[in-house]
């Protein structure tokens, strides 16, 4: 079974405040695009067999892996598979990749191993995994809250073109939440598009990113990718996640050939158009 892992970008993203817990309390606008990994999955005799080139960590501690464990752990299957991982979304870029890996391999097995886990335990077990990974068994634009983990809404979108600037360094999420100052809020108004009197909503009227001045202050060079790439047309520019992709904004397909045109290219640093992923076009990309 092939699986297309879907990156993702953030137009929207408030830190609300400190948890009780120690997370940060959020409400952010997660969307798929349409940059994805490959995840093959293979039944084998027995075990978890991972093959993930440049995934930079032992087996055990990568996602992938820990998906299929509790997988196995959660349906009481005898645990057999192989599992590839060929890596196109860069990591620590702020995109998601091993969220949506992690949360692809729970997806590909339920369908495997003709599991029947609904949508409901998938994403339950997805949040076992981390923060992002519920999302990325929706696969849709949507505005969630709490650790980034609950869906509050979906959102619908004006289609847009997208430019990826993708640096050859990556952020650590958590040194850049270490720079954002946030009282301790336990109780939270809750915030949805409709308070906001949007039914379609244009993505660079709504661009915000509170790790922004966080992940500058750590990579002054972000701030450098965002001017560039105003000063190249887009509509909107920011930074996805906490980083270190920075993406701009642009009307259609010809308006972002015309700012990559325009833009000046940088030695290592990855230029990447996409759109996102809404509706029909996105398709089942679990064939």
Same mark, same amino acid.
């Given at each position: 079974?092939?699986?297309? /892992?879907?990156?993702?970008?953030?137009? =929207?993203?408030?830190?609300? +405040?400190?948890?009780?817990?120690?997370?940060?309390?959020?409400?952010?606008?997660?969307?798929?695009?349409?940059? !994805?990994? @490959?995840?093959?999955?293979?039944?084998? #005799?027995?075990?978890?067999?991972?093959?993930?080139?440049?995934?930079?960590?032992? %087996?055990? #501690?990568?996602?992938?892996?820990? /998906?299929?464990?509790?997988? !196995?752990?959660?349906? +009481?299957?005898?645990?057999?598979?192989?599992?590839?991982?060929?890596?196109?979304?860069?990591?620590?870029? +702020?995109?998601?990749?091993?969220?949506?890996?992690?949360?692809?391999?729970?997806?590909?097995?339920? %369908?495997?191993?003709?599991?029947?886990?609904?949508? +409901?335990?998938?994403? /339950?077990?997805?949040?076992?995994?981390?923060? #992002?990974?519920?999302? !990325?068994?929706?696969?849709?634009?949507?505005?969630?809250?709490?650790?980034?983990?609950?869906?509050?809404?979906?959102?619908?979108?004006?289609?847009? @073109?997208?430019?990826?600037?993708?640096?050859?360094?990556?952020?650590?999420?958590?040194?850049?939440?270490?720079?954002?100052?946030?009282?301790?809020?336990?109780?939270?108004?809750?915030?949805?598009? %409709?308070?906001?009197?949007?039914?379609?909503?244009?993505? @660079?009227?709504?661009?915000?990113? %509170?790790? @922004?001045?966080?992940? !500058?202050?750590?990579?002054?060079?972000?701030?450098?990718?965002?001017?560039?790439?105003?000063?190249?047309?887009?509509?909107?520019?920011?930074?996805?996640?906490?980083?270190?992709?920075?993406?701009?904004?642009?009307? #259609?397909?010809?308006?972002?050939?015309?700012?990559?045109?325009?833009?000046?290219?940088?030695?290592? =640093?990855?230029?990447?158009?996409?759109?996102?992923?809404?509706?029909?076009?996105?398709?089942?990309?679990?064939?």
């Amino acid at each position: 079974m092939n699986i297309q /892992a879907p990156a993702k970008i953030n137009i =929207y993203l408030k830190v609300v +405040g400190r948890r009780e817990d120690g997370y940060h309390e959020l409400r952010t606008i997660m969307v798929p695009i349409s940059l !994805f990994d @490959e995840i093959i999955l293979e039944p084998a #005799d027995a075990g978890i067999h991972l093959d993930a080139p440049g995934c930079n960590c032992a %087996d055990a #501690d990568n996602l992938v892996y820990k /998906a299929a464990a509790l997988f !196995f752990e959660y349906t +009481g299957k005898p645990p057999g598979i192989s599992i590839r991982v060929n890596k196109h979304i860069p990591i620590g870029a +702020g995109l998601g990749g091993g969220s949506s890996d992690a949360s692809s391999v729970l997806l590909g097995l339920n %369908d495997l191993f003709q599991t029947n886990l609904s949508t +409901g335990d998938l994403m /339950a077990l997805a949040a076992r995994l981390g923060a #992002d990974c519920p999302f !990325f068994i929706l696969r849709r634009p949507l505005l969630m809250g709490s650790r980034g983990d609950e869906v509050i809404q979906e959102v619908s979108l004006h289609e847009r @073109e997208y430019l990826l600037v993708i640096p050859p360094y990556s952020l650590s999420t958590a040194q850049v939440y270490a720079e954002v100052k946030s009282p301790l809020t336990p109780d939270v108004v809750r915030f949805t598009i %409709d308070n906001k009197g949007y039914n379609v909503i244009a993505p @660079e009227q709504w661009l915000e990113n %509170d790790l @922004e001045a966080a992940a !500058f202050g750590i990579c002054p060079e972000l701030k450098l990718i965002k001017s560039e790439l105003i000063n190249a047309g887009a509509l909107g520019v920011l930074m996805s996640g906490s980083g270190s992709s920075v993406f701009g904004v642009f009307k #259609d397909r010809d308006h972002l050939c015309n700012g990559l045109s325009r833009l000046e290219r940088h030695d290592g =640093y990855s230029y990447i158009p996409t759109t996102t992923l809404t509706g029909e076009r996105y398709g089942n990309n679990r064939g």
